[in-house]
């Protein structure tokens, strides 16, 4: 916010605020777009100005903004449109509207927001996608009822959508002085991921943490599936009806998700961790084989470390 847009914003909110009890008492104001010139985080700041200000006298603002769109004062937008000039300007008093494009900045206010609620934990783990999370959640929850090494209490597990994404979330978490870690696999996109400069610069080693320091197995790539194997394999078979035990016995070191896709005409990661979480709420870590206990178990202490 520059000098000149802050004195314009304070002189507004003094004279504004001084004349609403005299000459421009049960005033209407209009204001076309007031935050256009403002930072997106001072735009926030001024329309609580102005809230401020419609105490005495109403005020009414258009934008395009989601920064000048409060969602705690949702009640109070309007969404207008105009699909064409035939029909003239609509101003809706609900949501449906004939153009969906016209919902956006509401849709981005309401989703900066939900990203605001993934960065409000002392420690952060993240990992790859929401698949990734799903396991870890439920692991941990699973492992801390056992009395089993589970992640320490304020850690969030933040799904980055992507390997390729994981830095930029972390560099994120880092610049608001929250701990981050980032769990990778270590397939290609991982390696390349864990191998970005950037990366390596922002967090020290142990606090990139390798699905394949974790794992016992034959596999040289493993993503985090690879970790729950046999468990995996059968919940499939019994569950989902994806019957891989053969090809999986004759492959031991090819990922269990590559199986799954050459054979499973229907396979979805996200189906096949649901499953898992379904069976996890029937079984406990002691159902799980020696080696995948080992290995979630090391996994935990390893993030721990990191985000001590």
Known sequence: MSNRHFSWALSFFVVFKAQAGDELSNAILLLDEPGLSLHALKQQEFRKTVTLLSEDNQILYTTHSPFMVGTDELDLVRIVEMTDRDSGTKVHTRIAVDDPRSIYPLQAALGYELAQSLFAQPRNLVCEGVTDMFYIEGLNTAFADAGLKHLRDGTAIVPAQGASKVLYYCTILTS????????????????????????????????????KDHYKGAVTGPEIEDLLRDTLITIAKNDLGWDITTSAASQPARRVVDIFTAECPQFSKYRLARAFLRWLSTHTPADLTADERAGIEALFTAANKALA
């Open 176 to 211: 608001q002085r929250l701990k981050a870690a980032a769990l990778l696999d270590s397939d290609t996109a991982g390696e390349k991921a864990a191998s970005q400069e950037e990366l390596v610069r922002l967090l020290k080693p142990k606090e990139i943490l390798r699905t």
